[in-house]
């Protein structure tokens, strides 16, 4: 059954606790090249000047400018290589598997370095419990089979999240790969400003300082061990928890979000359809519930 077996390709399995520290040691490098670009990138509402992209290869951080030129960093997440890059035509690069974040690290600042770049990475995780700075973090998980899964997994998450973003008039984010969260977005905006949840840090500040519908794919975390899609609205609008979902398996969860498990949609005839029905009934009931004007 060649479809099946595409559909296999395009949605593997991906059991967080068989790639766990394998997706650990990712998101660290991941982090450090976010980092960079949070250091060279103009500054944007809403901290949309810091996440990657999803590339054909694995994930990007798009050009960046320094004092009229321009810089990319690229996790080669197919041929297991990071890359760093100037607009001259100079491509450094190293492999992934068996470096730990600490090396990591250490290699992309010595890249930099050869690029003559002079830029300030903050070396603490952000987002995560218990966060170890990079130079003294000795994992080196990198599997790459289970980062193959997990690109295959993006690839396809990224392009039904496209298709969903095409229509919308109003004010949006790119798809956009937040390293912080571990998680691949896309928000959509009112055009009202709102107050941050009480008590809210510095990222969630800026964050949610808009009213916004957001939709999400996250591989599992301690919180969650298992992949999934998310959605929600903020603030919340009264009544949403009520909303009727689409496909089977999607729920409210206690987190003050919808969730739709991924296995949930693997085993579908039609997988991307199946996540587009989840993201079109939770987004017109919350645009509805809160009165957008944009649709």
Known sequence: MPGAEQAGRAWPELPYESWRDSKATLHMFTQVLGKLRLGLAPHEPEWMHVPLYVTASGLTTDPMPYRGRVIQADLDLVD????????????????????SVAEFYTDVRSALRSLHVEVEINPKPQEVPGPVPFPEDGRRGYDPHWVRRF????????????????????RHSRVQFFWGSFDLNYVRFS????DPPPGAGVISREAMDAEQFAIGFWPGDHR?????????????????????????????????????????????PD?????????????????????????
């Open 151 to 170: 690109h295959h997994t993006l690839t396809s998450v990224d392009q039904v999240f496209t298709r969903f973003r095409a229509g919308y008039r109003g």
């Open 271 to 295: 997988p991307a359809q199946g996540l587009l029905d989840f993201l079109d009934c939770t987004c017109q009931a919350a645009v509805s519930l809160a009165g957008w004007q944009h649709s």
């Open 80 to 99: 297991h290589r990071c890359r760093l890059r100037d607009g001259d035509g100079t491509v450094l690069g190293f492999p992934l598997p068996g470096r």
């Open 224 to 268: 969650y061990p298992a992949p999934a899609f998310f959605s929600y609205a903020y603030p919340p609008p009264d009544g949403i928890e009520h909303t009727v979902l689409q496909p089977e398996g999607a729920m409210w969860h206690e987190m003050g979000e919808f969730l739709l498990p991924y296995d949930a949609i693997r085993g579908l």
């Open 191 to 194: 055009g009202r400003a709102v």
